[in-house]
């Protein structure tokens, strides 16, 4: 399986982005698809994961009401819609696939994923 991320940029405070995440390779619709950030200096974080079966969404605390997880399953395909940015959300975003089922509770460990995209770097200038 292959990760591709892309939509990452510069974008003023306030401003939105939005990523995507294409899987290649073999997968299911099961697949859970999870986004996390790290900043420079900073460890990597949860931002976001949404579910294959029954396609549950979850955020961390800090981008609830701001960011939209969506899949386009015939795509292979998960976005991440970020609005009203802020310069604490500046980080390289990277994307990553489960590819067995998981449960809600652990969907924010990077430990359960088997595989990472490349990263996308998103800049937010004031």
Not at 16 to 27: I, K, M, Q, W, Y
Not at 89 to 112: K, Q
Request: include cysteine.
């Amino acid at each position: 399986v292959q990760l591709q991320a892309s939509g990452g940029g510069l974008v003023l405070v306030g401003g939105s982005l939005r990523l995507s995440c294409t899987a290649s390779g073999r997968t299911s619709n099961d697949y859970t698809l999870g986004w996390f950030r790290q900043a420079p200096e900073k460890e990597r974080e949860f931002v976001a994961a949404i579910r294959g079966v029954g396609g549950g969404t979850y955020y961390a605390d800090s981008v609830k009401g701001r960011f939209t997880i969506s899949r386009d399953n015939p795509k292979n395909t998960v976005y991440l819609q970020m609005n009203s940015l802020r310069p604490e959300d500046a980080a390289v975003y990277y994307c990553a696939l489960r590819e067995r089922r998981i449960i809600a509770g652990l969907v924010h460990n990077s430990i359960y994923y088997d595989y990472w995209g490349q990263g996308t770097q998103v800049t937010v200038s004031s």
